[in-house]
């Protein structure tokens, strides 16, 4: 790592400290040359390949904004949000992939926001999934219901 002030061509590590959610690590250096002090932050490489095949880094926030808009007027919090989005990072950092396609981010998502709430999860399947007849909701919501059938919600009583 180049000096950003001299470009001296070696830093010396001063500290280091790992980001509360374990994501990253900040590293504070020193350059041997000029003495000055600068921060650099180390994370995991983890890109997104678009369908056009550019690629951009994965972003957080966008998993929460494309979740959001599925979820309008449904009874979901900023917090259910960030958890579910901070779930989709830790499954897709899982397979240990440095490169991912937006078709394995959609299914990373697809699963907790059906847990989530399934009104939502079935706007945000029927963009992902180009429904484009009544048929693929039926199949949809049949698919649901049978899981549902399967899985009977426990009732504290
Ligand atoms: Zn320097």
């Known amino acids: 790592m180049h000096c950003p002030f001299c470009?001296?061509?070696d830093s010396r590590v001063v500290d280091s400290r790992t980001s509360d959610d374990g994501a990253s690590i900040r590293r504070r250096?020193?350059?041997?040359q000029c003495q000055r002090r600068f921060t650099t932050i180390e994370t995991a490489s983890l890109a997104v390949v678009k369908r056009s095949g550019a690629t951009e880094p994965f972003s957080r926030e966008k998993i929460i904004n494309g979740v959001r808009k599925a979820c309008q007027g449904r009874p979901v919090s900023e917090d259910d949000l960030a958890l579910l989005a901070q779930g989709v990072e830790e499954t897709l950092r899982g397979t240990g992939s440095a490169e991912l396609d937006a078709h394995e981010i959609g299914l990373a998502i697809l699963g907790p926001l059906r847990e989530l709430d399934v009104v939502a999860y079935l706007r945000f399947a029927s963009v992902y999934q180009a429904f484009d007849s009544l048929d693929d909701f039926e199949a949809a919501i049949a698919t649901l219901r049978a899981d549902r059938l399967?899985?009977?919600e426990v009732t504290a009583d």
Do not use: V
């Not at 250096?29 to 041997?32: A, E, G, H, L, V």
């Open 150 to 152: 399967e899985r009977p």
């Open 7 to 9: 470009r001296h061509s």
């Open 29 to 32: 250096r020193q350059c041997p």
